[in-house]
């Protein structure tokens, strides 16, 4: 049966090759669409594509643009032929774009759709509607048009918010349609948050390893993170294995077999893994970082427990990966941003409530869930204390009618926090007689006031005006007569790195007079070598080491920001000292803790190393591998702090004015931390914060390594 995914992509294939140029077959005819012309076009819809990947085909379009010239000849001499030679050109034209699709679909000349589409049945036909995946609303009304009978229509789809429902039924042109609706609600799931520190590899494989011979999945947003995880279990004897769109086509077969024929234990994926796969006993699916939507997250966490029993859901969350996601939106069109920032938000609301997971969830997807207490996620297993909350409902409510209701959650609070933000001052809402009413209190305390009445109905969201607050008539109500309210005060999830000290127990936690001692030691031979403490080893090390008591070459090889370079030239004496200190103090150092990783140097970084050596553009580097500039400096950062030497030199003084430069480099030289925070306030308004970082790598490699 063909779908209109498959129809979709087909369509979307000739919509870019139409607007690189306005008339194919008049290009081929006049010979100038080039190949180059022809791997941009590829690249700009799958840029997965490597270069070598379309060189490959270049017979077919040396093919197609052979019959162009061809072609071009026959008109002249017989124009009258000039139809057939269009038909020549399109089949030349089809099989030139086929071999760009994907495997399950194939290229649809719209005079074929009412020969094919005698059925239509549309599953997951909200995945192009809303993550514009395959086909846009604008490619669905126009491949429905182009049918001259109407089909019978079925659409299905398992994670459509009330909204999503009826944009689909307009863009099928089925708003008569009747809706048969079950219930979202998955009881045999349980559902937990947990704040996402720099222990997160220890916390996950700590998981998997209280679940053993039990399979599940782990999802991350980036393929660089797929790769160095699926490492990093292997490293510690879990059979997992990694899964993405960049990987070969029999390698992701090969995967999927292999995880349902339970060769392999654990799948680390992006959201490429999970469609058409139905593992019924999948019995945890982690997610490494927050999901974008609820609607993805549902459906990812929906792939536990298909068999009824039991499924674990856990999902790490932390600021800085929310500000990482919001982000990567900066260069997408306004309205693009405005839609995925209000996803973000809902996303980020779930993993701070403090109340009932399930409820929240059903609640997202317009379904109403009675019980007080689920007994099935980490809110309900471990409630916390609630306090009185209905004067500020009352204050909410009243900011929200003053408004006009046309303004979001964080605008409302910063009103009642008293907070002059551009918006606030703009609109003049620091002349409410409310503004500041909640002055002292906690951010917190307002956001749990709002979340939990949009819960008990006395609010809702106008997701048609970007998630503005609106009054119900439950809530006009309330204003009137108020009753008690009561609220749980939502979960914090702080940006401190430092991580869980109790996450492998007791003995897991900080030793700090065997930090004290690493940090005396460092500081001893910076002052022998003359350099910053930090230039030697940075603290989050010396933390690393007085928890993890490293006593080998190999294991101090685990520590982060630790490379073979540094333990060849400072690790006999630290390893010296954390042998005697476990010694002398009869310290046993559990197994849990020397979780073993993978070489430093990924794929990614000696891609990057070699692209250096090179004196490659790092601007260039960054847009040809898709990698946003500041991870990419991440991804040096780590290259540097391990001990690698790199020369970064003619980057650095091709953007960075000469008397700038001395002035950071001289800057880090007399500091006691690389701290870049505290670089950016001494050095003052006139550096940039990148071009910190950039002197302080070649600050770096040249002192340290």
């Known amino acids: 049966m063909i779908t209109m995914k498959k129809c979709g992509i087909a369509y979307e294939v000739v919509d870019r090759f139409m607007k690189v140029h306005k ?36 017979d077919e379009y040396d093919d197609a643009n052979n019959a162009g010239a061809e072609a071009e000849e026959k008109v002249k001499s017989n124009p009258e032929d000039a139809e057939n030679v269009n038909e020549t050109l399109w089949n030349r034209f089809y099989n030139l774009m086929s071999a760009y699709l994907p495997t399950d679909s194939k290229l649809i ?3 074929q759709l009412d020969e094919l589409l005698t059925h239509k049945v549309d599953d997951e036909v909200v995945k192009p509607l809303t993550d514009a995946m395959s086909i846009t609303a604008g490619h669905l009304r126009d491949i429905l048009k182009a049918t001259t009978k109407r089909p019978p229509i079925v659409a299905l789809t398992a994670t459509a918010t009330d909204k999503v429902r009826i944009d689909i039924k307009k863009n099928l042109g089925i708003l008569e349609a009747a809706e048969y609706k079950s219930s979202f609600n998955r009881p045999n799931l349980y559902y937990e948050v947990r704040h996402k520190t720099k222990n997160i590899d220890k916390d996950i494989i700590k998981f998997i390893n209280e679940r053993p011979r039990k399979s599940g999945i782990i999802y991350c947003l980036s393929r660089r993170e797929v790769e160095r995880l699926a490492q990093v279990l292997q490293a510690n004897g879990i059979k997992a ?27 680390v994926a992006t959201i490429a893994f999970g469609m058409g796969i139905d593992k019924p006993d999948v019995r945890y699916v982690i997610h490494f970082d927050i ?66 997971r399930r409820k929240l969830l059903l609640h997202y997807f317009g379904e109403a869930y009675k019980e007080a207490n689920c007994h099935n996620c980490d809110n309900c297993k471990n409630p916390k204390t609630k306090v009185e909350a209905k004067d500020q409902l009352c204050n909410v409510i009243e900011v929200v009618q003053i408004i006009k209701e046309n303004f979001s959650e964080d605008h409302v609070i910063d009103i009642l926090l008293g907070k002059e933000t ?23 305390l307002w956001q749990s006031v709002i979340r939990q009445g949009l819960l008990a109905e006395y609010l809702d969201k106008n997701k048609e005006n970007q998630g503005s607050l609106r009054v119900t008539a439950k809530g006009k109500k309330f204003f009137k007569n108020p009753v008690d309210f009561t609220v749980t005060i939502d979960n ?21 007079e065997l930090f004290e001692m690493l940090v005396d030691l460092r500081n001893r031979v910076a002052k022998e070598k003359g350099k910053p403490p930090y230039i030697i080893f940075q603290d989050p090390s010396l933390e690393a080491m007085a928890t993890t008591y490293p006593i080998t070459n190999e294991e101090l090889l685990n520590i982060p920001g630790v490379g073979a370079g540094k333990v060849k030239k400072y690790g006999k004496e630290f390893i010296a000292l954390i042998k005697r200190h476990c010694e002398e103090n009869e310290i046993e150092r559990p197994e849990d803790f020397r979780i073993r990783t993978v070489p430093n140097k990924s794929k990614l970084k000696i891609n990057i190393i070699q692209n250096i050596d090179r004196k490659v553009d790092l601007d260039d580097y960054a847009e040809a591998n898709r990698i946003d500039f500041d991870d990419l400096l991440d991804e040096i950062d780590s290259i540097v702090y391990s001990g690698t030497k790199i020369n970064i030199d003619y980057f650095v003084e091709a953007v960075i004015e000469e008397d ?36 302080r790598i070649k600050y770096l490699s040249d002192n340290a390594n």
């Open 23 to 58: 008339n194919v077959r008049a290009s081929l005819l006049a010979n100038s669409f080039t190949f180059d012309d022809f791997k941009m076009m590829v690249k700009s819809i799958y840029p997965e594509f490597a270069d070598q990947d379309i060189d490959d085909e270049y």
């Open 109 to 111: 000349d719209v005079d």
């Open 241 to 267: 294995a990694a899964y993405h769109a960049g990987m070969e086509a029999q390698d992701r077969s090969k995967t999927q077999d292999d995880f349902l024929m339970e060769r392999i234990k654990v799948i």
């Open 291 to 356: 999901p974008k939507s609820l609607e993805g997250y549902y459906q990812e966490t929906g792939r536990a427990g298909r068999d009824g029993k039991e499924g674990y859901c856990l999902a790490f969350y932390s600021h800085k990966d929310l500000r990482k996601l919001e982000k990567f939106m900066e260069d997408k069109p306004v309205n693009e941003q405005d839609i995925g920032r209000q996803l973000l938000r809902e996303t980020a609301t779930y993993a701070e409530s403090s109340v009932c």
């Open 422 to 444: 551009d918006a606030v001052l703009e609109y003049r809402h620091n002349d409410l007689e409310l503004f500041g009413i909640g002055e002292g209190d906690e951010r917190t």
């Open 492 to 512: 914090d999830f702080d940006d401190d790195d430092s991580g869980d000290p109790d996450a492998f127990g007791e003995s897991s936690a900080l030793d700090q």
């Open 660 to 695: 700038k430069i001395r002035e950071i480099y001289d800057y880090f030289d007399e500091a006691e931390t690389d701290d870049i925070d505290k670089a950016k306030d001494e050095l003052g308004d006139d550096f940039t914060r990148e071009e910190i970082r950039l002197v």
